[in-house]
């Protein structure tokens, strides 16, 4: 998969598609293994939305990274992502939110600050009190 990026712009459309499908399915597994071994599950995800990425929007980006589930990805993959628009980080952060998962918060500002998405006052609104509230494990 790490051999297909770097003639990823000559993918065709549904290449793109199947990669994207294989990077935003439900995580093989978890990113470590018991012994603190990175899977090879996880990163040929992570490699098959690096690869797509640069076909997607910043929309389509942010939704196939949603739809993964996962806690981690891969700096790489975030360097890659293009700015989404306000209305889709809006809707992102409330989806997170509603669902307390703390990581899926986690990815969407992450995703957010790397993409350089910008932020409705809303968002703004929104994630300025989490940056004074306690971790919550």
């Keep these: 998969m790490m051999a297909l ?4 712009a000559i993918l065709e459309p549904e290449i793109v598609t199947r990669l994207v499908s294989i990077g935003s399915s ?8 018991d012994k603190g071994g990175v899977r090879d599950e ?5 490699y098959a ?19 993964g ?11 890659a992502t293009s700015p989404a628009s306000e209305t889709e980080i809006d809707a992102a952060l409330d989806r997170a939110l509603t669902s307390r998962d703390n990581n899926r918060l986690a990815m969407v500002v992450n995703f957010a600050q790397f993409s350089k998405s910008s932020l409705s006052n809303a968002a703004k609104s929104r994630l300025i009190p989490l940056l ?6």
């Design 26 to 33: 439900p995580p093989a597994s978890e990113f470590l293994t």
């Design 132 to 137: 004074s509230s306690p971790m919550v494990e």
């Design 42 to 46: 996880w990163l040929v995800q992570q």
């Design 5 to 8: 990026l770097k003639d990823s």
């Design 69 to 79: 589930g996962g806690n981690e990805a891969l700096l790489d993959l975030l360097e």
């Design 49 to 67: 939305l690096r690869a797509a990425f640069p076909h997607r929007s910043g929309d389509e980006q942010l939704r196939a990274l949603e739809a």
